[in-house]
């Protein structure tokens, strides 16, 4: 007997036993009918023998609306006959498992919520349905609210895993019931698949604000006159609990009746900016090179912005003000030593010229200058003629290397006379025209026929007609003025002799000394012979010449 009690104990506890290892976890899934549903037995692996089996029939129907698919029990789709319990049983190396699933298919449009969820900062849902896009990469995924397309002021984004971000972060607003469906092809049919889940009332997790500007920041300004301050913070998602206001060294801002402080808040893409502006009506000397700290604080932390007001230094403006004019005077001295002394650095530079200039360019031009001069009475054209003939060759030519036409000297007996006369003039780069201070013009334009040397007034006539023709048409050749004997009266002198000589003076000789351009009164020799080297060509034509044949 004692040995059938024994049996019969044991029997007994391998019946519990068997019965407790029996005992499986029950999951409750809330669905509407109509949708794509999938149920997964426990962490099966693809490789796993996992069978399902309802109300102990086994569910592996190819084909039908329940089919068995890596594990994985799809409803293709839900219905409300679908309603009941499911158990999964799975064997792999690990051992035997199983689950039991009890489905509430519902008719309605959206399911019941299967999680109760709170959503704080800035954060969002998650979809929860990977086994769905395990059957299916390419998805379509869309959130409603009480089912309706989701609105909300903010920024609403999805991921590709169903992840909702909700910036800015969830309110109280934002409270209700949110379905995810997920469209999705399978087998060549197209299938929705739907969970809910319900957000319940929920505040913004206050975050740490943060100082934007200033950052130990330095603020030149005037003593005496009015200054700006700006202060910039982020703090958090909400204008709620936050406050920003100014200290002074180791005062408040109130504390001074020269200060205003005003506070405002700026949302940008869901986030919350405080600016405040410290007005200072009067900068004091006790404001300057003090500390001024710009405090955001909220409940949970606190941040400072820092800056100094330093005075302006006006040092720098006073150097570049003495060396702008410094600057200005050494270029006003400049030109004024560059007009006094152009001649003799013009001058100067041409001696230069053939050590730094290249080979000049031919212009075809065989003299530097065509002498042309008239006198009516015999005393005075002895002393022009000595003039144009002895003195203007002994320097121009013999002392600095120029070539000179003079009519008297170098004409070619026999030669047509308005002929020869035009290709010379056009054959030399500058016209010197010396007129004496006795010769009379007729109001025509010509020289009076009663004074003598008839046959050289013609002459001299048409060669200055020819030479000023082509100086006022071409500028070329360049008309050199040289009054002999002292100024001359042009009232009676052609229009042309009249505008050059407004436009670029004469140089005046007299029997003392000679005068500068452009200046009546007497000077020396010296300066005269400068000038009219200075109005002469830059390169002799023998140098010319030189040059060219090298």
């Known amino acids: 007997m004692a040995a059938v009690g024994r049996v019969f104990c044991l029997a007994a506890l391998l019946a519990l036993a068997h019965a407790h290892s029996h005992q499986m976890p029950t999951t409750i899934c809330k669905a509407s009918a109509g949708y794509l549903f999938v149920l997964k037995c426990g962490n099966a692996m693809r490789d796993a023998n996992v069978t399902w089996s309802r109300a102990g029939e086994p569910l592996d129907t190819p084909g039908s609306e329940l089919q068995v698919r890596d594990g994985f029990l799809l409803f293709l789709p839900l219905q409300t006959s679908h309603n009941g319990t499911y158990t999964c049983e799975q064997r792999d190396q690990r051992g035997t498992f199983g689950e039991e699933f009890k489905v509430l298919v519902s008719a309605s449009q959206c399911p019941e919520p299967s999680e109760d969820i709170t959503v704080v900062t800035a954060g969002g849902l998650r979809c929860k349905q990977k086994e769905i896009f395990t059957l299916n990469s390419s998805t379509h995924i869309r959130w409603l609210k009480d089912c309706s397309p989701v609105q909300r002021q903010g920024d609403i984004s999805v991921s590709k895993d169903g992840f909702m971000r909700l910036l800015p972060p969830a309110t109280e607003r934002d409270a209700g019931k949110y379905t995810c469906l997920i469209d999705i092809s399978l087998d060549g049919r197209k299938f929705t698949a739907a969970r809910s889940i319900q957000l319940h009332n929920s505040s913004p997790v206050l975050v740490p604000p943060q100082v934007m500007y200033p950052k130990k920041q330095v603020v030149v300004v005037k003593r005496g006159l009015r200054a700006e301050l700006k202060c910039r913070a982020f703090i958090g998602f909400s204008e709620e609990e936050s406050s920003m206001f100014w200290t002074v060294g180791d005062t408040q801002s109130d504390d001074h009746p020269q200060l205003k402080v005003s506070v405002g808040f700026v949302h940008e893409e869901?986030?919350?900016?405080?600016?405040?502006?410290?007005?200072?009506?009067?900068?004091?000397?006790?404001?300057?090179?003090?500390?001024?700290?710009?405090?955001?604080?909220?409940?949970?932390?606190?941040?400072?912005?820092?800056?100094?007001?330093?005075?302006?230094?006006?040092?720098?403006?006073?150097?570049?003000?003495?060396?702008?004019?410094?600057?200005?005077?050494?270029?006003?001295?400049?030109?004024?030593?560059?007009?006094?002394?152009?001649?003799?650095?013009?001058?100067?530079?041409?001696?230069?010229?053939?050590?730094?200039a290249k080979e000049p360019v031919p212009d075809g031009k065989l003299y530097d200058a065509f002498v042309s001069f008239l006198h009516a009475d015999t005393l005075n054209s002895a002393e022009v003629a000595t003039f144009a003939l002895q003195n203007l060759p002994a320097v121009l030519e013999d002392q600095h290397g120029y070539s000179l036409y003079i009519r008297e000297r170098d004409e070619c007996p026999g030669e047509a006379m308005h002929d020869a006369i035009a290709a010379t003039v056009r054959r030399c780069r500058r016209l010197i025209i010396i007129l004496s201070m006795q010769v009379n013009a007729s109001t025509d334009g010509g020289i009076d026929e009663a004074a003598p040397l008839r046959d050289n007034l013609t002459r001299l006539c048409y060669e200055q007609k020819v030479g000023l023709h082509d100086a006022l048409t071409q500028n070329d050749p360049r008309v050199i003025l040289v009054e002999f004997g002292g100024p001359v009266d042009y009232s009676n002198l052609p229009e042309s002799l009249r505008y050059i000589k407004r436009k670029q003076g004469a140089l005046i000789w007299t029997n003392d000394s000679p005068a500068k351009h452009k200046v009546t009164q007497p000077c020396s020799n010296r300066v005269f012979w400068k000038t009219l080297r200075y109005h002469m060509p830059s390169v002799p034509a023998r140098r010319r010449q030189t040059l060219s044949s090298v």
Request: aromatic share 12%.
């Open 270 to 356: 869901g986030k919350v900016y405080a600016e405040s502006n410290l007005s200072i009506s009067e900068v004091l000397p006790q404001f300057l090179n003090v500390p001024f700290h710009c405090c955001v604080q909220n409940p949970t932390e606190h941040d400072v912005g820092l800056l100094w007001l330093r005075e302006a230094d006006h040092s720098a403006f006073h150097t570049t003000v003495a060396l702008c004019l410094a600057a200005f005077l050494v270029l006003l001295a400049m030109a004024a030593a560059f007009f006094f002394f152009k001649v003799e650095l013009v001058l100067a530079y041409r001696k230069l010229l053939p050590h730094l």
